[in-house]
């Protein structure tokens, strides 16, 4: 069988959590070869030896994105073993509270991880992609429009909005395309923990009145890292049962 990203190398950071396994299904059955990391080596062993059994080729190499050298080792790796993709999505929030009450550990927490590991990771993909390669990180719908309580992830995820356009003109030159994909609500880490009346309540927000599936999110992402997306770069696409097009 062919896949569209047959010949293509993905590295995905971030890939334990549910949007991050879904990612891997995704770009692993198109054809990638893949590249996995995260923090949690027992995850991403079991990630790798379900992928495995569905026919998709892994390596794992357990990182911290806040750890300036291994982000760099990492990045060196997957460029030995031929990446051309690189998917950025380690994120983590905080506990919802307006700004005044926000405890600033961890918000700086939040900014490491989602702000300061987005930027290090591309600063060190970008000087190893080929011409022709390809980002897409993982934003949020808080990376276009504010949230309540929710400030420090909200600007921690503009920030990685602002890097996917910026980056998206420097590198436009070689054919390298940044993109970022916004999910809204999304059926996975925080939210899956939440009640199911939650849940629900959270979903029903959307015009779609449900949440998001990972499976749905990692769609978006196959298609922006593809060569179907060759004329798509600095694109911010929303995946939010249509929260966005209420507009302002
Ligand atoms: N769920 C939603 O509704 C939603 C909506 C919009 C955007 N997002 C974004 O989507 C992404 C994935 O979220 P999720 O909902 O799937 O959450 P999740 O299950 O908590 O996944 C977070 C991922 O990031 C990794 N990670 C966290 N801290 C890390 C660190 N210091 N170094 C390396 N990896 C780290 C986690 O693996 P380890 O713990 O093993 O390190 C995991 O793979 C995040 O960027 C999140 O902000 C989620």
Known sequence: MTGVLD???ALI??????????I???????????ILAARDRGKL?????ELDAAGSTADTVPTDIIDDDAVR??????????MDIAVNNAGTSHRPAPLGDLVIEEADRVLRV????????????LAVLPDGGSIVNVASTAGVAGAPGMAAYVAAKHAVVGLTRTAALDYAARSIRVNAVAPGSIDSGGTTAQPDRIRQQIGSAAPLARLGSPAEVAAAVLWL???????????????????GA???
């Open 225 to 243: 890292a593809s060569p179907a997306a060759a004329y798509t770069t600095g694109a911010v696409l929303t995946v939010d049962g249509g929260k």
């Open 114 to 125: 989602t702000l300061r590991g987005t930027l290090v990771a591309m600063h060190h993909e």
């Open 246 to 248: 209420r507009g302002a």
């Open 13 to 22: 950071v971030g890939a334990n959590g549910g949007i991050g396994q879904a």
């Open 73 to 82: 080792r990492l990045v060196e790796r997957a460029a030995a073993e031929g």
């Open 45 to 49: 062993d079991q990630l790798r030896t």
């Open 24 to 34: 891997a299904y995704a770009l692993g059955a198109a054809g990638a070869r893949l």
């Open 7 to 9: 010949g293509h190398t």
